[in-house]
């Protein structure tokens, strides 16, 4: 908890993500290292899933691509302590239930808290089945990240009074992906939440340029970018990794 409270502490926070695995584990690992270095505050990093629902197509096919490469959850395991050698950046895992439950709930937790990955972001799994990985994420000190998305206000304060290390607003509804236009009923629901519970909001899903990010940090306390990094990562492949630190560069910039 309190690494992800120094991830907002006095600044808005820049949190890009990458699938790991993409195009490989030794392509990732470097991808974090340099973020990290480039300002990145923290880091997410996706377990590849053959059926992520919540993902637009840029990231569906990075998932395809990690898994293709031969990216299991035990390697990306052994990847993030080889990355603990060079930066303690706190990282998150965005993934599905259906890794965690295959690998084993109570291990996948384990060998979080191991290697240092503070906190779990799994949308598919609603807040009313939170139970199903709550137990094990408080055992380990693992921050189990809630969802809320510009649905009924009823549901925002439901989830907001419950969150714990950040809130992750979602922009809009649908999948992930880069977005010219994002809604303007995330300020109001941000604004909602945090007259529940004085916690971080961090908006994703659809940012992509620097003036978007700096429209957000200036209605929540960080942005998350996803697929804009990924196309990166996908257009050049394992040459990819001093174009994503110029993005990182400027998006943090863009914010600060």
């Not at 549901?155 to 509804?173: N, P, T």
């Not at 995330?186 to 003036?211: H, Q, R, V, Y």
Request: charged share 25%.
């Amino acid at each position: 908890m309190n690494r992800i409270g120094e991830v907002f502490n006095n600044k808005k926070a820049f949190i890009p993500f990458v699938t790991a695995g993409d195009p490989n584990l030794s392509i990732t690992e470097q991808l974090v290292i340099k973020m990290a270095e480039c300002g990145a505050d923290l880091i997410e990093l996706g377990i590849p899933f053959s059926d992520p629902v919540a993902e637009g197509p840029v990231i569906q096919e990075a998932d395809y691509r990690a898994l293709q490469a031969g990216t299991t959850t035990d390697k990306i395991f052994d990847m993030v302590e080889r990355v603990r050698k060079f930066t303690d950046i706190p990282i998150a895992f965005m993934t599905y239930v259906n890794p965690i439950y295959t690998y084993g709930v109570e291990r996948f937790m384990m060998n979080c808290k191991k290697v240092g990955v503070v906190a779990v972001i799994v949308p598919d799994v609603p807040f009313e089945e939170r139970g199903e990985l709550q137990p094990f994420c408080d055992k380990y000190g693992i921050t189990f990240i809630y969802m809320i998305a510009p649905t009924s206000k009823d549901r925002v304060k439901m989830i907001a009074k419950e969150a714990k290390g950040f809130l992750y607003c979602v922009s809009s509804m649908g999948v992930t992906g880069e977005r010219s236009e994002i809604s303007s009923e995330i300020g109001a629901m941000i604004k909602l939440a945090k007259e529940l519970n004085d916690i971080p909001c961090a908006i994703g899903f659809g940012i992509s340029t620097p003036e978007q990010a700096k429209r957000m940090a200036a209605i929540s306390d960080g942005v998350i970018v996803g697929s804009a990094i990924v196309r990166i990562v996908g257009q050049y492949g394992e040459e990819c990794v001093p174009y994503v630190e110029d993005y990182v560069r400027n998006m943090k910039g863009a914010i600060s």
